[in-house]
């Protein structure tokens, strides 16, 4: 049984995060052909919805490739990836609207929100470490890799943290984007909805991926 789990989480949690991303790139790819009636590109569309939310002061920015699409709550501003910054597309509305409804998350005072604020930077921090310190001495002093059971359990429940955070600021797009008339026809309606389900696959996976691996670190330092 220890066996067929160790395979499992071997085959598995490297397999899940790629097929969601995958599967991302592709609704990526079918939603940026979708037309928008609006043709509001998507700064345009961040900064309308923050308008009509009180929230006019934060600003809508340039993107570091390497970062990708974000709202940052300390600095208070958005950032947008050049596909969805200056394009106009189903896609680029919906990925710019999903970063205002983080905007309005942490306005409203959204609780799941506050929680992964608050937790999110000492979760990585510590992952972090105890990540170098097996790196470093697992040859050793193999009983460390203990240290990797920790750390993927801590991700595993950041990410189970994640997913509300995500699913409402996806739910708070899409509900902005028709509140405001900003999706009309059917096509812009579906093509929306399938990129934030999409993106929000990806943290279904990667917290798939963080329990496998805890798993598989937990029996080989327990077979020992």
């Keep these: 049984m220890n066996y067929a789990i160790l395979i499992l989480a071997l085959a598995f949690a490297p397999l899940l995060p790629l097929v969601a991303t995958f599967y991302f790139w592709f609704a990526r790819w079918k939603c940026r052909k979708v037309a928008v009636s ?15 939310n009180g929230l006019a002061d934060i600003p809508v920015e340039s993107a570091n490739e390497m970062v990708g699409d974000h709202f940052d709550p300390k600095a208070r501003k958005i950032a947008l990836s050049a596909d969805v910054l200056e394009q106009s597309s189903a896609f680029a509305l919906a990925v710019a609207a ?18 992964w604020m608050a937790v999110a930077p000492y979760v990585h921090l510590a992952t972090f470490i105890f990540q170098v310190v097996v790196m470093l001495f697992a040859s050793v002093f193999p009983p460390i890799l203990f240290l990797l059971v920790i750390s993927y359990s801590l991700l595993f429940l950041m990410s189970i943290l994640t997913l509300p955070v995500e699913y409402d600021a996806s739910r ?3 509900n902005e984007l028709e509140r405001t008339g900003l999706l009309t026809t059917p096509e812009e309606k579906s093509a929306a909805k399938t990129v934030l389900i999409a993106a929000g696959l990806t943290y279904v996976a990667k917290a798939i991926q963080d329990l496998f691996l805890a798993i598989y670190f937990a029996l080989r330092t327990f077979r020992r």
Excluded: I, M, N, P
């Design 172 to 174: 708070r797009a899409l």
């Design 38 to 52: 609006s043709g509001l590109k998507g700064r345009e569309t961040a900064l309308r919805l923050l308008s009509e």
């Design 98 to 115: 999903h970063e205002v409804g983080h905007a309005l998350q942490q306005k409203e005072g959204y609780r799941w929100f506050g929680w």
